[in-house]
């Protein structure tokens, strides 16, 4: 199956493991990377093939993931559990783009996938990795959308699924999924970086297979965002891909993907990446501002998505930040929350989380570090429905400490014509 994944290699230290054992860090504590044989697929026409496969029936080439599988996880074959992941709409959004100072702005909407996040373009790989292992019971930590993508793969594959959750803090769409998929839920008492600590060592005392984007296929999945991203636009490379930033495995695994095709020369320079935080949850902003390493914070966000303060995949988001010329921000709730209300104004809609990136496109616009004439695309994480609450509560004007300054509430009326009339005129 490693015929052309050569290794897995510490991002800390260097040292090399092998592909085939279940390891999810090195044995200096460093996360790992997965390394392609990418000498093997030197010269072939991947672009081409990945094209092709667009309009292919196989289930596989269909995929949004696994259309691009000899970067991905190739030699998974008859593991690949898919659901058709991916295949995702980039949008044009131009009245998004006035609000936040730029000429034009494209949205790619990963909330289009089938458990509505981007995260099933990492689970896909994850659960087909542990089909492959032969292993029967996954697990993760989740603020919901992982959680959600796990307890759908892993009924999918005959796998049982154990999440765990922060007690209160999850949206309502969210723990519906990993309770209607039939996952195994703990609420943990604790926040989201509890509940990581304590599941990598259920995982390690119970044998149970780890998913969180600490284990290094997931981030060969969620690669797939960004190549699909540049299929859609016809290989052509945007100045900036911005996005949000919790746990840190997305931009991490958007870089690492950018640069294997660069490497590999099918794309001929890298886009700019903006990680975007909120602003109580912001320890890679921290430190990329101060040049220190990430020090955990106790998070606090409206986008409970993002309220992670001890990232995981810290290390190597620093690494694909520096690869790209990339920046970090954040930006208040209130600055999520009005970002929010334009990109579902605009008939597009998505979760909290999901609108950091517009408003920090705005910061970053304002600041001058976007210009106005820049070809930026935006990547919105997850799903509107996911959090039906932050919507209902920002337009009734009920959600603490934020004013609802686009709110368009529902009004009362009278069950007849005369006072519908009425209300029309207003
Ligand atoms: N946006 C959404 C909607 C998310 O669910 C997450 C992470 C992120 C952004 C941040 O991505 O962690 O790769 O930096 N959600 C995880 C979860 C933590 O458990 O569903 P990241």
Redesign the pocket.
Known sequence: MSAQIQHLACVRCDAIHSPDEVRYRCDCGGTLDVVHDLEALAGRDLLGLFDDRRSSRVPEDRSGVWRFRELVLPGADDAIVTRGEGNTWLYDVPGVASRVGLDGLQLKHEGENPTA???DRGMTVAISMARKLGLSRVA????????ASMASYAARAGMQAVVFIPDGDIALGKLSQALAYGGRTLQLAGD?DDAMRIVEQVCAAEGIYLVN?VNPFRIEGQKAIAFELLQDRGWRVPDWIVL????????TAIAKGLSELRALGLIDRLPRIAVVQAAGANPLYTAWTTGADVVPVRAKTVAT??K?GS?VSWRKSLRGLRATDGVVTEVSDQQIMDAKAWVDAAGVGA?P??CATVAGIRRLVDEGVISADSDVVGVL??HML?DPDAVVGYHMGSLPGIVSTHANAPTKVAANLAAVRAALAD
């Open positions: 996040s981007f995260k993760c930590a989740s603020t919901g959308n992982t959680s989201f984007s949000p930033g919790g746990n840190l495995g997305n931009n998505a993002i992670i990232p979760e989380a999901s994480t997850g996911k």
